[in-house]
């Protein structure tokens, strides 16, 4: 009796801890490596040499490009904090010869008209003939399908050198905003100014260039002159603002301003907009982030949160090259309705992934 009672005694405690132990395997197995169980986190830099990044959003899946020189690729994942893991699909490599054979920079992907469209820079190595070009694909998935060089964009009515197209719709037009030159070729003028213009479709320029944007602040001039890498970002409550790059990319005080489009404001009109004097967001020595800029956005998955992606150097000096990594943190509002970025998050802090991952 005393015998039975015993293993009685034990069969009570050991059933229980036979299914917990079988639980909390089952729990370690489903987490990810480097996940705690109680939040998850991850560290930037999320990708190395990975300059110009851009992320498009579509449903549940985010698209995510950077400039590789000689080809584009496009990485989809459904966590942005595990972009490493998203194997990149090449969907364009630069012909052998012509004016998109060289310096494929800055690629954005956009879904316009119930078709995808990549916009590029394309050079055939000499610096005077950088131009803008744009990819189209009717695929569902544009890691799928074929893609079509729809050509070059032309600015009208003179053709200028131009860099880091970036399209938004205002009401029911298609516009797009880049860098640019105020020259066609034969000029030292390295000022880089934004342009903007209205389109007749997602690979068409109907003019006039209008110069919204000139590099007119000390902090916008470091190196030379420069606005460039112009990117939409609209407020909660609908105001629309383009946060673009300042000064040489090469320089470590390279960083992000801001413009606003006043109300019903028409974008055609330079009057409309209003640059901040200041810059928004800028390196940080103790974060290693250097010459930060070129930036994009984009919502968590559950689409509470605002998150920046960005590229940075981890060391000072490092210049406008394949050290710069790619970062990605959240941002707030203030009460006007003005983004608030705050500083570059250190490199190996851990950081909360973005909401719903």
Same mark, same amino acid.
């Not at 489009?261 to 928004?280: F, H, N, Q, R, Y």
């Not at 982030?289 to 689409?303: C, E, I, L, P, Y």
């Given at each position: 009796?005393?015998? %039975?009672?015993?293993?009685?005694?034990?069969?009570?405690?050991?059933?229980?801890? =036979?299914?917990?132990?079988?639980?909390?395997?089952?729990?370690?197995?489903?987490?990810?490596?480097?996940?705690? +169980?109680?939040?998850? %986190?991850?560290?930037?830099?999320?990708?190395?040499? !990975?300059?110009?990044?851009?992320? $498009?959003?579509?449903?549940? *899946?985010?698209?995510?490009?950077?400039?590789?020189?000689?080809?584009? +690729?496009?990485? @989809?994942?459904?966590?942005?904090?595990?972009? @490493?893991? !998203? *194997?990149?699909?090449? *969907?364009?490599?630069?012909? /052998?010869?012509?004016?998109?054979?060289?310096?494929?920079?800055?690629?954005?992907?956009?879904?316009?008209?119930?078709?995808?469209?990549?916009?590029?820079?394309?050079?055939?190595?000499?610096?005077?003939?950088?131009?803008?070009?744009?990819?189209?694909?009717?695929?569902?998935?544009?890691?799928?399908?074929?893609?079509?060089?729809?050509? %070059?964009?032309?600015?009208?009515?003179?053709?200028?050198?131009?860099?880091?197209?970036?399209?938004?719709?205002?009401?029911?037009?298609?516009?797009?905003?880049?860098?640019?030159?105020?020259?066609?070729?034969?000029?030292?003028?390295?000022?880089?100014? =934004?342009?903007?213009?209205?389109?007749?479709?997602?690979?068409?320029?109907?003019?006039?260039?209008?110069?919204?944007? /000139?590099?007119?602040?000390?902090?916008?001039?470091?190196?030379?002159?420069?606005?460039?890498?112009?990117?939409?970002?609209?407020?909660?409550?609908?105001?629309?603002? *383009?946060?673009?790059?300042?000064?040489?990319?090469?320089?470590? %005080?390279?960083?992000?301003?801001?413009?606003?489009? @006043?109300?019903?404001?028409?974008?055609?009109?330079?009057?409309?907009?209003?640059?901040?004097?200041?810059?928004?967001?800028?390196?940080?020595?103790?974060?290693?982030?250097?010459?930060?800029?070129?930036?994009?956005?984009?919502?968590?998955?559950?689409?509470?949160?605002?998150?920046?992606?960005?590229?940075?150097?981890?060391?000072?000096?490092?210049?406008?090259?394949? /050290?710069?990594?790619?970062?990605?943190? @959240? $941002?707030?509002?203030?009460?006007?309705? =003005?983004?608030?970025?705050?500083?570059?998050?250190?490199?190996?802090? /851990?950081?909360?992934?973005?909401?719903?991952?």
């Amino acid at each position: 009796m005393i015998i %039975r009672s015993l293993c009685r005694a034990v069969l009570v405690w050991c059933i229980p801890l =036979l299914f917990i132990n079988a639980s909390c395997k089952k729990e370690a197995k489903n987490q990810l490596p480097g996940v705690t +169980e109680q939040t998850a %986190r991850f560290t930037n830099p999320l990708l190395e040499s !990975a300059p110009d990044p851009w992320v $498009f959003q579509k449903d549940s *899946v985010y698209y995510y490009l950077h400039t590789l020189g000689n080809r584009i +690729e496009i990485r @989809k994942t459904g966590k942005m904090s595990r972009l @490493k893991d !998203a *194997v990149p699909v090449t *969907v364009f490599n630069a012909p /052998a010869s012509g004016g998109n054979s060289r310096d494929i920079w800055a690629p954005e992907l956009f879904f316009l008209n119930g078709k995808w469209y990549i916009y590029y820079t394309g050079s055939d190595g000499n610096d005077r003939e950088h131009r803008m070009w744009v990819l189209e694909n009717a695929s569902p998935d544009p890691t799928q399908g074929t893609w079509i060089d729809k050509g %070059r964009l032309v600015t009208q009515p003179t053709d200028l050198w131009s860099i880091d197209a970036t399209i938004f719709q205002q009401d029911t037009t298609l516009y797009m905003i880049w860098s640019g030159r105020p020259f066609a070729g034969g000029n030292d003028d390295l000022t880089q100014n =934004l342009y903007i213009s209205r389109m007749s479709n997602p690979y068409t320029l109907t003019g006039p260039t209008v110069k919204m944007a /000139a590099p007119e602040n000390e902090w916008e001039k470091r190196g030379f002159p420069v606005n460039e890498g112009p990117e939409i970002l609209r407020s909660p409550s609908g105001k629309t603002f *383009v946060v673009y790059s300042g000064s040489y990319c090469g320089d470590d %005080r390279y960083g992000l301003g801001l413009i606003s489009l @006043k109300e019903a404001g028409d974008p055609m009109d330079v009057k409309s907009w209003t640059k901040m004097p200041t810059p928004v967001f800028t390196g940080l020595a103790s974060a290693n982030a250097f010459g930060v800029g070129h930036n994009g956005f984009f919502k968590s998955k559950d689409g509470k949160e605002d998150w920046i992606i960005y590229h940075a150097n981890s060391a000072a000096g490092q210049g406008c090259g394949n /050290a710069r990594n790619v970062r990605i943190q @959240k $941002f707030s509002w203030n009460a006007d309705g =003005l983004p608030v970025f705050g500083e570059p998050v250190a490199t190996g802090l /851990a950081i909360t992934v973005p909401s719903g991952e």
